[in-house]
């Protein structure tokens, strides 16, 4: 059983963050990120992902409430998503690749 745990800032900002998906968990070629449809994207998103080290691995803009990355070329292990807009934060997800 895999225990995931969620770390949210700025709580203004976004007030679903239960329509955040970030899925296959664990992942193996591919991630899906899905954003709440009221996420306003005028002002950019963006997501990285980051390693144990804190390492900026994968780093990409988001254009759409959902995309799916290529994570063929990450390594085995445990790394965090981040999703920022503004600067900011917004939410915050580990995965297993």
């Known amino acids: 059983d895999t225990t995931i745990h969620f770390k949210f800032c700025k709580p203004d900002t976004i007030t679903h963050t239960e329509s955040f998906k970030i899925y296959p ?5 591919i991630l899906t ?5 009221e996420l306003d994207f005028k002002n950019p ?21 959902r995309e799916i990355v290529n994570t063929q070329k990450l390594a085995s292990g445990v790394y965090s998503v981040l999703v ?14």
């Open 84 to 97: 920022s807009q503004n600067n900011a934060t917004i939410y915050t997800r580990k995965i297993i690749k």
């Open 25 to 29: 968990n664990p992942i193996k070629d």
């Open 33 to 37: 990120i899905e954003l709440p449809e």
């Open 45 to 65: 998103i963006s997501f990285r992902i980051v390693d144990v080290a804190g390492r900026t691995v994968l780093q990409k803009q988001l254009r759409s409430n």
